[in-house]
C-alpha cells in the first residue's frame, strides 16, 4: 500500500500549490479524486494508487522522499544487492515503495532491529555521520556472564581493530540460565562494533537487536515489517 496523506498535503507535494492555496482549490470545486469532484477537506488518497486532478490536469509526486523503518529480522543483508545473493532487506519493502530506496547504514546478516530505509542522502548524512553523534541502542544477548570490570572497560571505551570506542551506556537487564541480556548505547557506526567491543572484553554475542537510533524507537513493529516515519520522527533525526 502507498502512502496516504491528506488530499490538500498531495496537492502541495506536487508542486502545484501551497497547502493553503490547495485548500482553496479544493472548496473552488477544482479537485476531483479518481474522476469524482471533492469538495470537502480532509479527504484522504493513496499514493501511487489513487488519480488527482486540478483543472483538468494529473497530478504526479516528483522527487518524493520516503522514510521508512523497518524491523530487520536475522538472514537479510543491509545492501540493496548481495553478491552471494542472499535475501535483502529491500525484499521486504519491494513492490510497495516505487522510489530507489536504500538503507541507512548497516545492521550485520546476524543482526536484527530498526534499520532505516530512505531516498533523502541529506537524511543518511545526518543519521549516519559520526560528527552528528546519534545513539543508537542495542540489546546484546551474550554467553555467559559479564564482570564489572568489563562493564568498566566498556564504559570507559575499547580497542577494536586500530579505534578506540568512545564511552558507552551500559545496562545490564537480565541474568539467567548462561546469558546475560545487556543494553548498549553507542554512537558511533563502526562495522560489527557492538559485537567486537563484547569481543574485546571477553564476551560472545549470541543475539544482538537494536532497539533505538536517537530517541526513535522500533516499539512493537513486528520482525520483517515495515512503517513510515512520523513527521515528528524526520524532524527530530535532522534536526541540526
Ligand atoms: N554492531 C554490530 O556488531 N552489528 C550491527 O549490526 C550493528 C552494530
Not at 483543472?55 to 548481495?82: A, E, F, H, Q, R
Not at 557506526?189 to 564476551?203: D, I, L, P, T
Amino acid at each position: 500500500m502507498g502512502e496516504i496523506v491528506r488530499l490538500q498535503k498531495y496537492i502541495a507535494m506536487s508542486g502545484t500549490a501551497s497547502r493553503r492555496a490547495a485548500e482553496k482549490l479544493i472548496a473552488d470545486g477544482c479537485v476531483k479524486v479518481n474522476g469524482s469532484v471533492i469538495r470537502e477537506q480532509g479527504v484522504k488518497v493513496e499514493i501511487g494508487a489513487d488519480t488527482v486532478e486540478v483543472n483538468g490536469k494529473t497530478l504526479k509526486i516528483k522527487n518524493k522522499k520516503y522514510y521508512i523503518m523497518l524491523n530487520k529480522p536475522v538472514g537479510y543483508v543491509s545492501t540493496v544487492k548481495d553478491q552471494f545473493d542472499r535475501p535483502t532487506v529491500l525484499d521486504l519493502v519491494k513492490g510497495e515503495i516505487s522510489a530507489r530506496i536504500f538503507p541507512v547504514g548497516r545492521l550485520d546478516y546476524d543482526t536484527e532491529g530498526l534499520l532505516l530505509l530512505t531516498n533523502d542522502g541529506d537524511f543518511t548524512y545526518r543519521v549516519t555521520h559520526p560528527k552528528f553523534r546519534m545513539d543508537k541502542t542495542y540489546i546484546a544477548l551474550i554467553k555467559g556472564g559479564i564482570n564489572a570490570a568489563g562493564l568498566a572497560r566498556l564504559r570507559k571505551g575499547v580497542k577494536i581493530d586500530d579505534f578506540t570506542t568512545s564511552p558507552a551506556e551500559v545496562e545490564i537487564l537480565d541474568v539467567s540460565a548462561g546469558r546475560t541480556t545487556v543494553k548498549i548505547t553507542i554512537h558511533e557506526g563502526k562495522n560489527r562494533q557492538v559485537r567486537k567491543m563484547f569481543e574485546a572484553v571477553g564476551c560472545e554475542v549470541i543475539g544482538l537487536q537494536r532497539i533505538k537510533i536517537g530517541s526513535v524507537e522500533l516499539g512493537n513493529l513486528p520482525a520483517g515489517r515495515w512503517r513510515y516515519l512520523t513527521e515528528h520522527e524526520i524532524n527530530y533525526l535532522t534536526r541540526s
